[in-house]
């Protein structure tokens, strides 16, 4: 005799709400890390809180991105997420300068 037992899992994940926590944290460590630069710390720090905004900003440009393309059709389409690329270049390679990185030495 052999019994066999089916279970069904019906799970719905309501991703809006944390989305919405997520973009409120956002903005807080964004307007904190903004108030903390004019309190006059060590050029260093300065420089490490500009790193950590505008590393925000690029994964807000990748997450655009991710979006255009999920969106796109058509030519037009097709242009917004060369932009949106072009845009995530651009942030990347100024945050690898911020940081110092030099592309001969690969550090």
């Known amino acids: 005799m052999s019994i066999e037992e089916t ?3 019906n799970l719905e994940i309501n991703v809006e709400q944390a989305l919405s926590n997520l973009r409120q944290i956002e ?4 307007r904190t890390l903004g108030y903390v630069q004019r309190l006059g710390l060590p050029e260093n720090m300065n420089q490490a809180i500009r790193v950590i905004q505008r ?6 440009l990748v997450h655009s991105a991710i979006i255009a393309m999920e969106l796109a059709s058509g ?9 949106a690329l072009a845009g995530v270049g651009f942030t990347v ?3 690898a300068s911020d940081v110092g990185y030099d592309a001969q030495r690969g550090y």
């Open 55 to 60: 590393v925000t900003m690029a994964i807000r």
């Open 93 to 95: 390679a100024g945050i």
């Open 27 to 30: 903005g807080l460590l964004f």
């Open 75 to 83: 030519p037009i389409g097709w242009w917004r997420v060369g932009l």
């Open 7 to 9: 279970a069904t899992f």
